[in-house]
């Protein structure tokens, strides 16, 4: 008889809002970074992620973020968004353009709850990343593929524009509204830890390896994007289950197992 996960008393400290990161793809205008630091800060955020910026963290920036210049201070500076979220073991969008690839929506509220849930979920050292696209464009595909949700941010839909820092701050007002929200029930099995993202590319990388050879990505057309656009997809899906430690654990012996029979059939 499995045994089923029991509900536990939600244990988050009061603190989790600082496990969450503020992902700032390709900002164009240091103006727009330090709105976006004060934005944070007014909602209890302190974890900014700033990825390929095409905007220095200037006076300028500092002069708009005013008492939230700390956070500017201890920003980090990635070239991609995979490096960005490695360690994150969840990852948001936030974005008003239709994708292709179909994500699990969730309105501002709900999903201010399932990222207390996973943080929480995760430990002391588990953190979330929420994505901000670049202010002209939005978050590429490429970006997307990262993430595992979206985030609904709704406006009046003949004129839905929210610059760069209005949309921190109604993410991060959910947030801070979820903080203040009296502790409630989380379902987790004890022991469990969710897997990062980076342990996810990882897996991922490697049955992409195990796979090149046995002609599967040739199968419907050999077009040059085509493996890519197999893996993106498979990575979703991984995202979407949210899968624990363990779990990807057993994948990755499964793929040993699979390299290592593989090499001595060859041999033979």
């Excluded at 330090?34 to 992620?49: D, H, Q």
């Excluded at 948001?92 to 509220?109: F, I, K, M, Q, V």
């Amino acid at each position: 008889m499995n045994e089923q996960p029991s509900p536990i008393t939600d244990q988050c400290p009061d603190n989790w809002l600082d496990r969450v990161e503020i992902v700032l793809c390709q900002t164009s205008m240091a103006e727009n970074i330090g709105a976006a630091a004060r934005a944070m800060k007014t909602m209890g955020l302190s974890r900014m992620v700033l990825v390929s910026p095409r905007a220095a963290v200037d006076d300028r920036a500092r002069a708009v973020a005013t008492h939230a210049a700390e956070i500017l201070d201890r920003a980090r500076v990635v070239n991609d968004v995979e490096a960005a979220v490695a360690d994150s073991v969840a990852v948001w969008a936030t974005t008003a353009r239709s994708r292709r690839l179909t994500l699990p929506l969730h309105e501002g509220r709900e999903a201010a709850s399932v990222i207390r849930r996973q943080v929480c979920d995760a430990g002391p050292a588990g953190r979330v990343s929420i994505l901000f696209g670049a202010e002209r464009t939005g978050l590429t595909n490429a970006e997307l593929a990262v993430a595992d949700r979206l985030v609904a941010i709704h406006a009046n839909p003949e004129y839905p524009v929210l610059n760069l820092a209005q949309a921190v701050q109604l993410v991060g007002y959910e947030l801070f509204h979820a903080a203040v929200e009296p502790p409630g029930v989380v379902e987790m099995a004890a022991g469990e830890v969710p897997v990062t993202r980076g342990e996810l590319a990882t897996l991922c990388r490697r049955l992409e390896g195990l796979l090149e050879p046995t002609g599967f990505f040739a199968v419907g057309g050999a077009d040059a994007g085509r493996v890519e656009r197999l893996m993106r997809r498979v990575r979703v899906m991984l995202n979407r289950a949210e899968p624990r430690r363990e779990e990807v654990q057993i994948l990755q012996g499964m793929i040993t197992a699979l390299e290592r029979h593989g090499s001595a059939t060859g041999k033979e």
